[in-house]
C-alpha cells in the first residue's frame, strides 16, 4: 500500500509542478505594455507645403481616445485657390507618450500600403463632379527603398495638391492596407482608377478620415 | 456515395455469408427448447440491481433479437431458450452497455450482469430508491449524447458537435471551427458550460471566443435547455452544457479508447486515446492519461477556399483517482492549445468596406484564396490549464460530503494582420479563476410512499483577468464571488418535486487606466458612488446580490405507462452583468463599430417556465417542449446616437463607427421544440426528426432582438443493416437541415437583412464490431452533399462569405476493457 501512495503523491507532485509551470510561463511581469506591440493610428496630419515657397499650413484629424466613445474631431482645411501645395500625410499613434510616428513603418512597406485622396477632388482616385483642389501622387515605391514586386507604383504618403475654384466640400483621405495574400501582391496599378470607378479594392482600411475643405 | 457503398460492402462481407435466410415472424420456440435464462443486472463496484435495463438477447434458432426489462430488484427471467451459445447487450441510462456471451444448457441457467456507472459513485443513503438519474435538473428539458452518438461527432468543435440537437444553434465566429453553442436562442454570457463538475472560465463574452473546451474528453454531453441557475449559478439563466468524463474504472482492468478521424472539408484529421488502468495490486486505485491532436487545412465554401481558415489544436490531460465505498479522491491536470486562422474574408477595417462586402456575393480577391495548413495573421492562439482536486466522503446514514477545488488558467492571443516590423498579438488576456466548491448530500428521509434527497452546497471562486492591448477594450479586473444552495427532491414512484433556491453574491474591481477611465467618466458611464480616481486611472468597486429560485414537477401520469412523462418547471433566476457590459470602451471584436458598457449597469432577472412532454418507448421517443421567460432589465446591446462631427457616428481615424451601448431593456423569449426518434418495429427502418422555434422581442420597442435563431428541421430517414454475430448497429442514413429565414429581425441594429432559407441534405453510415473485450466503430457521414451555397443568420461570416461547401467525415475509433482481477466473469 505504502508503495502505491508514494506513486500517488509523485504523480500529484507533478500536476502541481505542471501547474506551476504553466502559470509561471504564462504570467504577466507587472510590467502592463511590455510585450504588447499595436500601432494604432489615432492622428492623421496632413502638411501643405506651397511648392513656391511659404509657411506650411498643418491640418489633423485627432482621436484622442483612440476606439474609446468619445469621438475624433478633423480639422478645416483652408487652401487658396491657384496655389500648388506639396502634401505630406502623416500618420501617428498619439495613444502613447511619448506619440509615436507610423509613418516610417508605411514608408517600409510602401509595396504594401496606399494613400488614397478623394472628396471634392480632381485625381486618379476619384470622379468627383464638383473639383475643389487636383491631386496627383508626388511619390512611387522605389523613393522609400528597393522596389522588389510588380511595378514603381504610387504610396501617396507625398502628393501634389493645387487650388482650382473657390468652394466648400469635403477631403477624404484613405490608407489601405494591402499586404501579400498568399504571395501574390493585392497592390496593383489600377487601385486608384477601381476606387474613382467605384469598384470595390482589397485590403483593408488603416485610416479613412474626412475634413471640411475650404478653398479661397 | 462511394464511400458509403464501401462502408456497406464492409459490413456486408463481414455478415455471417452462411446466415439463414430471416424468417418473416419472430419463430416459435422448436420443440425441445426449455431452457430458462435468468439474470440479474448490477452496478459495478456498488452491487446495486440495476431497474428497467434493456436487454437485447440473440439466442440460439431465433432470427430476431428478444427484448426484456429487468425489474426493480434488476432481475431478469426469460423462457422456452433453446441450448446453445446465446449474445446479450445490455443497457441502461447513465450506465456503460454491457456485452455477454452466455452458454445456455440445462434447464436453468443464471448470469450476472455488471454494467459499470457513467456517473461518480453515490452512497445508497443519498439516492431516492429506483431513481438512479444523477442528472441535475431532471425536471428541465435536458437532451444528452452519449455512445455511438456522441462517438460521431468526435474530432469536432463543442458547439458543431451539439448542433444537432433540437434547440441548439450555433454561433459561428469565423470558419474554422471558432463557434458557441446557442441555446434557445443565448449564448456566451447566459450559458453556462461544465466540465466534470467544473465551470468553465474563459473569455465568453467576445462573439469569436469559442470555449476553450476539448468534447474529446466527454463520455456523455448533456445539454439543459434552460435555466439552470440554482445548482449552478447564475451564469446558467440561458442553460447549461455539461460534459462528463467517464469514471475512472473501478474495478481493475486496463480501458482504452483509441480514435481516428479523417475530414475532407476543411482537409485534415486527428487522433485522440485515453488509457485508464487500475492496478489489482492497488485496488481502489486508477490513473487516466489522455490525449488527442487534430489539424485542417482551410475550409473550401462550393466556390472559392476560405483563406487562413485552417486550425490545430492539441489538447493533453491526466487524472488520478482512488474510490471506496466511504471515500473517493482524485486530483488531475488537463491543458488545451489551439491556434485558428481568421479568414482573410473577414477584414473588418472601416463602414464603407463592410458594407461593399455585404453587398458582394463572393469576398474580394477570392481568386488569391488558398485551402492551405498555414495559419498566418490574423489569428488566434489559446491555451487552457486546469487543474483540479476532488473528494467524496461517506458520512454513513448521514449522508456524504464533496469537495471540489479548481484553477484554471485562460491564456488568449489575438493577431490582427499588421506591418511587418510588429511581432507580438495585439490583444493578450489572462484570466486565472480559483473555485471550490462543497456540497453536502443528505441521507434519503423515507416519508410514506415519498423519498426526500437532496443537496446543499457552498461555493467560493476568485478570478482576476489581466488585458493588454494598446487599444482600450475592458479593464483588467479582480472579483469574488460565493453561493449557497439547496436543492431538495421528493420522489414518488409517478411523480417527483423539485425545489430549489441560491443567494449569491460578486464584488468586483475593476482598474481602469487613465485614458479609459476619463473616456468613459465624460460619457457618463461612470457610476461616480463606486468609482474613483485612483493613479492616474481609476478604480470601480461594486458588489451584487441575487437570489434565484426554482419550482419543478415530472410527472409520470399513467401508471401503466411509465415511459409517457410531463417534466414542467418555473424559475426567476438572476444574472450579475459580465465585465465587457459594465466597462467595454472600444471597437467590438468582429464589428466595426464601437461598444460601450455602463458601471451603472444592474442585475439582470427572468422569470420564466417550461414544460416538457415526452413519451420514451421501446420503438418511439417523441418529446414536444415549450418555453417562456419574461427578463427584466435584459441587457441588450442597442444603438446609440451621438453628437460629434460625424452626426449620429462616432468619428474614428478609421472612418465614422456607429456607437452601440449595453443597456437594460425589458425583453422576452419564448419557443418550442419538438423531436422524434422512430423506429419501426420488426421492419429495418427508422424516421427521426426535430424542430425548433425561437421568438425573443424587446417589449419596449415591441422590436425582435437580434441575432435570435432562425426556425430550424432535421429530417433523418435510416436503414438499420440486420446485427450480425460481429457487427452490430449498422445503418444507412439520409437526413435534410432546413432553416428558414429569419424573419423576425430589428431593422436598425443588425448591418445586412439576413441570408435566404436554406437546406443541406447530408447522410450517413455506421458500424460497431464488438465482443465481450472490444468495441469497433466505424462511421462516414457527409455534410452538405448537394454542394449548396449558404449563409446562416447566427453566423459572422454571413457578412463575408459562404458557409463551407460538401465535405466527409470519416471516423474509427476502438474501445477495449481487459479486467485485471482474477474473478471469472459469468
Sequence with gaps: ?216 | MAAELVALLLHLSLSEPAAPPPAPEQPAPAAGCAVAWVATVVESGTGEGLADARLELRAPGRSAPIQARTDEQGRVRVDGLCAGEMQVVAEVPEHAPGRLKVALSGSTTSSRIELEALHPRHSGHVIAVNVHTERPTGVSTSQSLAGAELARTRGQGLADALSGMSGVATLRGTAGGMSKPMIRGHVGRRNLIVVDGIRHEGQDWGIDHAPEVDPNVADRITVVKGAGTTRFGAKAIGGVVLLDSRPLPQRPSVRSEIGTVGYSNPLGGGGSARIDWAPARARGFAIRVEGNASRHRAVVTPTYPLDNTGAATWNAGTQLGYASDAVDFGVGYRVMRAVGGICTCLRISSPEDFDKSIARSRPIGAELYRADFEIERAKQEIWHHLAFARARVGLGRAGELHALYSFQFNDRKEYDVVRKSVEGPQLTFGLATHAAEVRYEHARLQLGQWSLVGTVGATFSHQTNRFTSSSTLIPDYRQASWAVYDIERFVHERVELELGARYEGLHRTADLRERDFLGQQAGGRLDPTTCRASGDGGTCERGFHTASATLGALVRPFGRAPEFTWRTQLNSSARIPSIDEQFMNGAAPSFPILGVGSSKLGVERSWGGESTLQYDGDWLLVEAAGHAAYIDDYIYFVPQRQNGQCGFLSCTARGPLPVFAFTPVDAFFGGGELRFDLRAPRLPFGLAGSASWVRALDLQTGAPLAFIPADRYWLAGRYYFPDTRVSGRGYIEVNTTIVARQRRFPEDVDFSPPPPAYALLGAGAGVEFMSERRLFRLSLIGTNLTNTRYRDYTSLLRYFADEAGWGLQLRFAVDFDVPLDERPRR
Excluded at chain 1, 5 to 10: E, L, Q, S, V, Y
Excluded at chain 1, 47 to 65: K, S
Excluded at chain 1, 70 to 99: C, H, I, K
Design chain 1, 1 to 216: 500500500m505504502q508503495r502505491h501512495c508514494k506513486k500517488i503523491f509523485g504523480g500529484a507532485a507533478l500536476v502541481a509542478a505542471l501547474v506551476a509551470a504553466a502559470c509561471e510561463e504564462h504570467g504577466h511581469d507587472g510590467d502592463h505594455d511590455h510585450d504588447h506591440e499595436n500601432e494604432v493610428i489615432s492622428r492623421v496630419e496632413l502638411t501643405f507645403t506651397p511648392t513656391a515657397g511659404g509657411a506650411p499650413l498643418v491640418f489633423a484629424f485627432d482621436d484622442p481616445d483612440g476606439d474609446g466613445g468619445a469621438s475624433g474631431t478633423a480639422d478645416r482645411v483652408e487652401l487658396a485657390a491657384g496655389v500648388e501645395y506639396t502634401l505630406a500625410v502623416r500618420f501617428q499613434n498619439s495613444l502613447v507618450q511619448p506619440p509615436e510616428d507610423l509613418t516610417g513603418e508605411i514608408e517600409a512597406e510602401a509595396e504594401d500600403h496606399m494613400v488614397f485622396v478623394v472628396g471634392d477632388v480632381a485625381g486618379p482616385g476619384s470622379s468627383a463632379p464638383t473639383t475643389l483642389v487636383t491631386h496627383a501622387y508626388a511619390d512611387v515605391e522605389s523613393d522609400y527603398g528597393a522596389n522588389a514586386v510588380g511595378e514603381d507604383l504610387p504610396v501617396g504618403l507625398v502628393n501634389t495638391i493645387t487650388g482650382n475654384a473657390a468652394g466648400t466640400g469635403e477631403l477624404r483621405v484613405i490608407l489601405r492596407h494591402l499586404p501579400e495574400v498568399n504571395g501574390q501582391p493585392q497592390k496593383t496599378g489600377e487601385l486608384a482608377a477601381d476606387l474613382a470607378a467605384g469598384r470595390d479594392l482589397p485590403g483593408s482600411v488603416d485610416a479613412d478620415v474626412s475634413f471640411v475643405l475650404a478653398v479661397s
